[in-house]
């Protein structure tokens, strides 16, 4: 089951062009936070180094257009396959090689664990970009500037702030773990909502529907627990934020997987 799934992941043009596209974002987005920053962005003296700076900016710090984009970008990965099989009637072939059921629970983690990677990967490689481009000791700083904050214990209530200052590379390997957790976590939820529709189109979009959602609906005092903040560990988010998105995510994702593989026409 595993390497049939598999070899369908690469088999699909969609995987490509996702992987591109969001490797090609990411380096975009850095590329573009690292020439802010060497023409002379935000400088302010008796702050953190550049290296933190650029890390907050670039991997923490998703603009609104990345947080609005990958949602989509991910659901592209692989969450739109059985969908294409039900559609293409392939699904009632593959019922008799296999128990279509497990199927279809297999793939759901299947859809997280492949979007995680990619995600992980990609953010990855924009760290790594960033260290090598900005090292400590530069001469840019800036972090007092955020939001115009300008006392720097304000940002203890940043998530694991404290773990930041001590040990920033343990820290960016959490939050970007945290982070491709998110993503999966739309895309699984995705990949559920999937077993009800039609269109593909549609799928693609309801990782970016329950994103706009989260931060539209929820009242302004709840504001912290939704999933832009999740993708955003500079916007004073914490642990809960995450534990309740992923929570809520993963509990929905798999109760509306489990009513659609006992819809009937499932296999028809």
């Known amino acids: 089951m595993f390497k049939y799934n598999l070899k369908l992941l690469f088999y699909r043009k969609q995987t490509f062009i996702a992987i591109f596209l969001i490797f090609l974002t990411i380096l975009l987005h850095c590329a573009l936070n690292i020439y802010f920053q060497a023409n002379g962005g935000m400088v302010v003296e008796n702050c953190l180094s550049a ?52 199927n279809i629970v297999f793939r759901y983690f299947f859809v997280f664990l492949v979007t995680f990677m990619v995600f992980f990967l990609a953010l990855l490689l924009e760290y790594i970009i960033c260290l090598m481009v900005f090292k400590s000791g530069s001469d840019y700083h800036w972090l007092d500037t955020i939001g115009g904050i300008r006392n720097i214990s304000n940002y203890n209530r940043i998530f694991m702030f404290q773990l930041f200052t001590t040990h920033p590379v343990l820290y960016m390997m959490i939050v970007i773990s945290i982070e491709s957790i998110v993503f999966g976590a739309l895309s699984s939820f995705a990949y559920s909502v999937s077993l009800f529709l039609n269109k593909r189109i549609i799928i693609y979009f309801v990782p970016l529907i329950i994103t706009a959602a989260s931060g539209i609906f929820t009242p302004k005092k709840y504001k912290t627990y939704t999933i832009v903040k999740s993708l955003q560990p500079i916007s004073f988010s914490n642990a809960l934020t995450y534990i309740l998105v992923v ?22």
Do not use: C, H, W
């Not at 991910?74 to 293409?88: H, P, T």
């Open 247 to 268: 929570g809520v995510l993963t509990a929905a994702g798999i109760g509306i997987m489990i009513a659609g593989i006992k819809k009937k026409d499932l296999y028809l």
């Open 51 to 102: 290296e933190n700076q650029i890390i907050l900016e670039s991997v923490l710090d998703f603009k609104m257009y990345i947080v609005l984009l990958f949602p989509i970008i991910g659901a592209l990965l692989f969450s739109d396959i059985s969908q294409i099989e039900m559609k293409s009637r392939t699904n009632y072939l593959l019922f008799n090689r296999f128990n279509y059921k497990k």
